[in-house]
């Protein structure tokens, strides 16, 4: 093992999405004053590359793409035991779909050469595509696996357990890889206050668009082949047919409601 | 005449998938929309009848692609082949069902043509111009966002099961197109070695018609010993939130919600659950949701069909009456 | 005195770390604590892996040396799921103070990185059957033979007796102020007697009970500061780490208080309405949210100044005075909003009281604390 590269996310926490609003006139995601972390999946993600450092050894590097904010996820990451942790921050990237974040990412993991394995987290709790880590597999000329439970390191490949609805396949993959990993994969370890002291020595780098020799037309709003045209809160439209008062009368009428509506 | 539309049909040990099918569905409405023709293209080691099925089910073409190494998902093989294929006849829309398989193969797919991708599709509609109207939930389903990819092609998305109708098999006529895969072993990097299958004791939650979900006002012996019976009455799978599964009533495998599973029944029974978010985001799509709860003022009221106000030990036993002499007439 | 409230990266990420063990790790244990008085002593062992017994330890010997704002915000989060376990911690970090604040560099090398690393755990132990406000009238005495002190005597309602391999003891080596010393007890010694369990009614799962010290011999080396400096170190000790960790562990009750407060005022349904509707309720509501906030201020102040270098003892007694009088208070009108439920055993509030009320004569009775203001108050005089 030579690197293994980790990208995170910094992501609203999900305990505080029901504080979300959004703004009528911009159409956008109103995100001020919510807490935020790093994305939960991508803490497995971290875990289990730690996990691979203290048995195949390595570097553990962690990759990040977003607003000056995001550092701070780069610095817990660090304190959970990361090496060094680059962040990828700049005006132009804003607005960038899932392509034009794989286009940015792989350019700045192709600075980081050479590496190992790239790690990720399958999903992220707010937009839950999980389309990037396929998509930067891609840019990179290099193999993937989504939804990766076991991973188990070989020699030049490792052989992985991707979840289906119903069991799993075995998928063996040559290395260099991206590997997106879900929730059953292990259970992430706690801060250590050692943790946290040891990762203010630790580097942060920033990099902007220039440091990462991509095309400024494949980034951002301009290299996002999709838009958002519109965001809403979903409206429940449902009967809402509520029925109370003593129960017999109550069960009475919604049974005969049901039966009218042909429920039951 | 705009490019064809086309939806992937994946099948599983030589089974359509259910998802591939209710795209034909959505595909069809879409296609005549833009009068365009609607087309499937299929993978596999063994097409058999699966071409014919699909163009019963609504397509008017199928492109199959045959060969020993496909009978296995492959995802440099299946990319390779999807991405070659589509530069060739150049669809004008490419519809995916969001499964596992799915959702590893699309964003490939996605990436090498360079075209955009929306995931996990809930509603799909089209445009005079063409343009794709790709309906996705974020943040846990809180919020809905309308994608569109307005120039590049072909425009994808992975659809979501269970949000399409599934049509009906008709007798029509269609085209079978087979393409000569030009594959070979050296191009798997990501080698699928086997498939472990590994079904649920009993009926799993996704595919129950009907459910019942217990909340935190059903967590007390008596009152969770006539929540299974209604259960049994109905035939129902029983899932809950997640305050349920911290006192121990049902298994973690069993939540629903946000951090748990979504389930789209035809009839969804909440039992003692006040409606939080996180829960209601996994029941939303069930067809009808019917709600008992002994807080007139619990926000699920507002979110169900039908609801009763009473206490679960009150109600559930006459709920169970009446239901077992509808069962009898 | 310009304010900047907000915590650095480091702080935040600390009590992260807090957050994440007690609601983890933590929560399943509580019910087993308080039901058996059980110390749980892998979740102690984990609180040391996690280097939580570092935090005030300077760097330079193996220590985190992060400072006692951040000591507090640990302190919060643990007691908001357990009061009893974050004593536990807090009395592990008074156990060290003695070493820190009077030690030699030759002591500080030889015990700090231990309990940096948790492998040394000392208590504090000053209080016996005579009095612990009274602390002039202890008994145990310490005399000398040659290159040891021979230590005798019974010290009781000590903290962490029985899980720690270290005692911090204080010791008569003469008479009056100036006749009391402090000795630091290695592991293994002999005549060492952790004693009766005490069994409490709150904080239960904290292991406290007796220490029977019979002819221990300890070394002249394991006196912290000189002959006579004994009631200082004791006394600075508790000042700057024993109050302070109190109120850090009365601030999780009274935080736990108002989130357990206002959650069931909204889930409760009383008169066709929850109960957050009613006056009666929400009047509880707003006083509970007041003492929340004065007992945060008072105590983040006072580790603010402890950080800064300042001296404040009369800040520390008038946060531990403040914060546990507010935890007992908080405690009190939750049971209240929670009416009959508020007594049952098998629900929170009637735990928080009982925990609260034996926070009350920790690290120094209330009255104590009234007599340690009492000196700050009349520099007002001037």
Same mark, same amino acid.
């Given at each position: 093992m030579v690197k293994i590269i980790v990208c995170i996310k910094q992501v609203p926490d999900p305990k505080e999405f029901s504080k979300i609003t959004i703004d009528p006139l911009r159409k956008t995601i109103v995100r001020e004053g919510i807490q935020s972390i790093i994305n939960p999946l991508d803490k497995h993600a971290l875990e289990e590359a730690l996990r691979i450092r203290e048995k195949h050894g390595g570097r553990v590097v962690v990759l990040s793409m977003g607003p000056p904010q995001a550092i701070e996820a780069c610095r817990e990451a660090l304190a959970f035991g990361a090496d060094e942790a680059f962040l990828l921050c700049? !005006?132009?990237?804003?607005? *960038?779909d899932t392509l034009a974040t794989a286009y940015a990412l792989s350019k700045a993991v192709r600075r980081l050469k050479p590496y190992s394995l790239i790690l990720c987290g399958n999903e992220t709790v707010d937009g839950s595509t999980g389309q990037v880590p396929p998509q930067l597999a891609e840019f990179l000329e290099i193999p993937h696996v989504t939804r990766v439970r076991r991973i188990e390191i070989g020699e030049d490949e490792a052989v992985v357990e991707s979840m289906l609805e119903y069991g799993y396949r075995v998928v063996k993959v040559k290395l260099p890889a991206v590997l997106s990993v879900v929730k059953e994969i292990n259970t992430p370890r706690i801060l250590s206050v050692f943790g946290i002291i040891e990762a203010s020595s630790k580097k942060i780098n920033q990099w902007c668009v220039s440091d990462i020799d991509a095309s400024i037309d494949m980034v951002g709003l301009e290299g996002s /082949?999709? !838009?958002?045209?519109d965001v809403f809160t979903p409206e429940v439209k449902r009967r809402c047919e509520v029925f109370s008062g003593p129960v017999e009368e109550a069960v009475g009428k919604a049974m005969r409601r049901l039966h009218e509506i042909g429920v039951f | 005449m705009p490019g064809e539309v086309w939806v992937y049909a994946e099948c599983r040990s030589g089974r359509l998938m259910d998802v591939s099918i209710e795209l034909i569905g959505g595909g069809r409405r879409i296609a005549d929309k833009i009068k365009a023709q609607l087309a499937s293209i299929i993978l596999t080691d063994n097409v058999g009848y699966l071409a014919n099925d699909l163009i019963s089910y609504g397509v008017d073409k199928v492109y199959t692609v045959e060969h020993p190494l496909l009978k296995l998902y492959q995802s440099d093989l299946y990319t390779d082949i999807i991405c070659k294929a589509v530069l060739q006849y150049s669809p004008e829309i490419l519809l995916i069902g969001a499964t596992s398989i799915g959702m590893d193969l699309a964003p490939r797919v996605a990436a090498r043509l360079k075209t955009g991708l929306s995931a996990h599709v809930v509603g799909l509609d089209v445009d005079e111009y063409g343009v794709l109207k790709q309906i996705v939930p974020g943040f846990g389903g809180g919020v809905m966002a309308v994608v569109t990819c307005p120039k590049a092609k072909p425009q994808m998305a992975t659809v979501r099961p269970g949000v399409l109708a599934k049509p009906e098999k008709t007798i029509r006529r269609g085209e079978i197109i087979s393409i000569k895969a030009e594959i070979s072993e050296e191009m798997i990097k990501a080698r699928t070695l086997e498939i472990i299958e590994e079904k649920p004791l009993g009926k799993p939650l996704e595919e129950a018609e009907i459910v019942v979900g217990v909340g935190l006002g059903g967590c007390k012996p008596d009152t969770f010993n006539l929540i299974k019976e209604l259960a049994e009455t109905l035939g129902a799978a029983i899932g809950g939130t997640r305050p349920a599964v911290d006192e121990g009533y049902i298994k973690e495998d069993q939540m629903i919600g946000q951090s748990g599973k979504t389930v789209r029944p035809k009839i969804h029974i909440a039992l +003692?659950? *006040? +409606?939080a978010m996180q829960y209601m985001v996994g029941v939303m799509d069930s067809k009808t949701i019917i709600a008992v709860n002994k807080d007139p003022n619990a926000p699920i009221f507002k979110m169900c069909d039908v609801g009763i106000v009473g206490d679960l030990n009150d109600v559930l036993p006459r709920l169970i009456e009446e239901i077992k002499k509808l069962r009898k007439n | 005195m310009p304010f900047d409230f907000t915590f650095t990266p480091e702080q935040e990420m600390l009590r992260k770390a807090a957050t994440d063990f007690a609601e983890r790790d933590v929560a399943p244990r509580v019910e087993w604590m308080d039901e058996t008085g059980e110390t749980p002593t892998e979740l102690v062992r984990k609180m040391m892996e996690l280097g939580f017994g570092a935090i005030v330890i300077p760097r330079e010997y193996g220590g985190a040396g992060l400072g006692h704002i951040a000591r507090i915000a640990v302190l919060e989060e643990i007691s908001r799921i357990s009061p009893a376990l974050s004593f536990c911690l807090q009395i592990v970090h008074l156990g060290q103070s003695p070493v820190i604040y009077f030690g030699s560099e030759e002591q500080k090398k030889k015990w700090l990185p231990g309990m940096a690393k948790g492998e040394l755990i000392a208590t504090c132990a000053v209080t016996e059957p005579t009095g612990g406000s009274d602390v002039l009238g202890i008994q145990t005495t310490a005399k000398r033979e040659g290159e040891y002190y021979v230590l005798n005597g019974r010290k009781c309602f000590i903290t962490n007796v029985h899980i720690s391999n270290m005692h911090g003891v204080l010791a008569k080596t003469?008479?009056? /102020?100036?006749?009391l010393s402090f000795f630091m007890i290695e592991p293994n010694t002999p005549g060492v007697k952790p004693g009766r369990r005490e069994n409490k009614d709150g904080l239960r799962g904290l292991n406290t009970g007796e220490l029977i010290l019979e002819n221990v011999k300890v070394p !002249?080396?394991?006196?912290? +500061?000189?002959? +006579?400096?004994g009631l200082r170190v004791a006394l600075t000790a508790i000042s700057n780490i024993g109050r302070p960790g109190v109120n850090g562990v009365a601030l999780g009750i009274v935080r736990r208080c108002l989130e357990e407060a206002a959650k069931y005022s909204k889930q409760r349904i009383l008169y066709g309405k929850p109960i957050s509707e009613l006056q009666a309720i929400q009047w509880y509501l707003a006083e509970i949210y007041v003492d929340y906030e004065t007992t945060r201020l008072l105590t983040y102040y006072a580790a603010w100044l402890r950080d800064k270098g300042a001296r404040c003892d009369a800040e520390n007694a008038a946060g531990k005075y403040y914060s546990v009088e507010a935890a007992v208070r908080c405690a009190h009108k939750l049971i209240q909003i929670f009416g009959g439920y508020g007594v049952m055993r098998e629900i929170i509030p009637q735990r928080l009281l009982r925990d609260a009320e034996v926070l009350c004569s920790a690290a120094g009775t209330q009255e104590i604390m009234k007599l340690v203001m009492l000196r700050k108050a009349l520099e007002y005089s001037k």
């Open positions: 700049d !005006r132009l990237l804003a607005g *960038s /082949p999709t !838009r958002v045209t | +003692g659950a *006040s +409606g | 003469g008479e009056g /102020p100036k006749g !002249r080396g394991n006196m912290i +500061g000189g002959e +006579g400096d």
